[in-house]
């Protein structure tokens, strides 16, 4: 069956093995295995061709919930989605949630997921208080930060490489609406950015849209959002359930996005907001999930498909590294008009490859449209790693060897507790065993 990540790039032939209880003894295979859930990771960490997809969606029932103390238990296929509709009703919510719902619990400890609220609450692996991990040769773990604790580190950012998560128990946290109350800041360059990312530190959650084609005095302009769970009280059904999104039917010519059209929809984006500052009363949809209400909205970038293109560097070289990557994104007229900035907090992840770090985080996703693409990519690698920065795993479809092991300085500990014969084409690739 023809598999493709979320960025449309690589397409491949897959073998996948649905799981339909959590008792099950994996298959016996002769190449290697990999789980998945909702496919959702942009780069090719979710496809293992030649080798098996272990199919984790049916792994889909609620466990436990302890109303009281907040704490789910639950199996690996669950989504965030299902989580968010069972218990926000009940005043709680994710501690930790990427820009999609449509992820499976497996799949956020795997890629070790962050969101708005990184500078307060950390990664979702934070949050973790235990799982169990089924091993290719049958043994099952319990894992925790007190027990089998370096499996438990290896497995949050692990990239499904040490086993199948077959449940999880975690910690969700106690919020007063399913709105959310949001100011918007329009600023004009980088340094207003910093400057305004400094004053909403105590804000819960704070992210950045940056127009990455402006030049000039423009260069880094933008939208800034922060946010706190609103006093409201409000969770009614017609609040906490997903309304029925648009859908993108098939994959839009790739002449539609150009340097012209990008341009043209930054520019109406950065001013659609007049004033200064701009308040209102969000949803929890629209403010953590805009992209949720368009189904298959990666189909705009056209049948070659896209790279998302994420990186964090430490804040003292922030906003030079970020002002340099815009100037090469604007000459090279392959910019995005998804551009996402913020800042990374001190807190520390437990896992041994979790991506991010304290510091400043951009995310661009940029249509393949020849080798064009590839070239201006390997340039930013070279200006991200001088600067001791990483990309994400989950977002990657082409980092090299050198950039995967000169970016994870854990990753020799990782390979001590990686399970043989759990692989997928991204770890092929990043170690040095395929090429794209």
């Known amino acids: 069956m023809k598999y493709t990540p979320w960025g449309n790039f690589p397409n491949t032939q897959e073998n996948s093995v649905p799981l339909n209880w959590t008792g099950s003894p994996l298959p016996l295979v002769s190449d290697s295995c990999l789980p998945r859930g909702l496919g959702r990771s942009y780069g090719d960490s979710c496809l293992n061709s030649p080798g ?3 199919d984790c969606t049916p792994l889909n ?22 989580i968010i509709e069972n218990t926000l009703p009940k005043g709680w ?17 795997a890629n070790d997921v962050h969101g708005k609220n990184h500078h307060i609450d950390g990664c979702f692996g934070n949050h973790v208080l235990r799982f169990e991990l089924v091993r290719s040769n049958g043994e099952r773990h319990i894992c925790s930060p007190t027990e089998n604790r370096e499996l438990f580190r290896a497995t949050i950012g692990g990239l499904g490489l040490t086993g199948l998560i077959t449940w999880v128990e975690f910690q969700l946290k106690k919020v007063t609406s ?11 360059n980088l340094k207003e950015f910093f400057e305004i990312s400094e004053e909403s530190k105590n804000y819960l959650y704070t992210v950045s849209w940056v127009d990455c084609l402006a ?4 260069l880094g302009r933008g939208l800034f959002m922060r946010g706190q769970h609103s006093s409201d009280g409000d969770f009614s059904s017609k609040s906490v359930n997903s ?24 520019t109406l984006y950065y001013n659609k907001q007049f004033s200064k500052l701009s308040k209102s009363k969000q ?4 403010f953590f999930y805009p992209l949720d209400a368009v189904r298959n909205w990666n189909r705009i970038y056209g049948r070659n498909g896209f790279l998302q293109y994420q990186f964090v560097v430490p804040h003292e070289s922030g906003q030079e590294v970020v002002e340099e990557i815009f100037k090469k994104i604007s000459d090279s007229r392959m910019g995005s008009f998804l551009a996402v900035l913020k800042n990374f907090g001190k807190i520390k992840s437990p896992g041994l490859l979790s991506f991010p770090r304290e510091g400043v985080t951009l995310a661009l996703d940029f249509a393949i449209k020849g080798p064009e693409v590839f070239q201006l990519l390997e340039e930013l690698d070279k200006i991200i790693i001088s600067n001791h920065g990483r990309i994400y795993p989950a977002k990657d479809a082409r980092m090299s060897t050198e950039m995967f092991k000169a970016s994870f300085p854990n990753l020799d500990e990782f390979l ?21």
Do not use: C
């Not at 919510?93 to 400890?109: H, M, N, R």
């Not at 399913?178 to 004009?188: G, L, R, S």
């Open 52 to 54: 098996l997809l272990l």
């Open 61 to 82: 029932h609620f466990l436990s919930f302890d109303s009281e103390q907040g704490i789910l238990k639950a199996e690996a296929g669950v989504t965030l989605q299902e």
């Open 93 to 109: 919510f994710l501690p930790v949630t990427p820009g999609t719902k449509f992820v499976t619990l497996g799949g956020a400890i």
């Open 178 to 188: 399913a709105n959310i109350d949001v100011e918007t800041i329009k600023f004009h």
């Open 215 to 218: 030049t000039g005095d423009d």
């Open 243 to 266: 309304q029925s999104p648009l859908n993108v039917p098939f994959n839009l010519p790739s002449f539609l996005l150009n340097g012209l059209t990008m341009q043209a929809f930054n």
């Open 283 to 286: 949803n929890y949809n629209p």
């Open 416 to 436: 001590k507790w990686k399970d043989p014969n759990f692989s997928s084409l991204f770890f092929r690739r990043v170690m040095g065993e395929t090429k794209i």
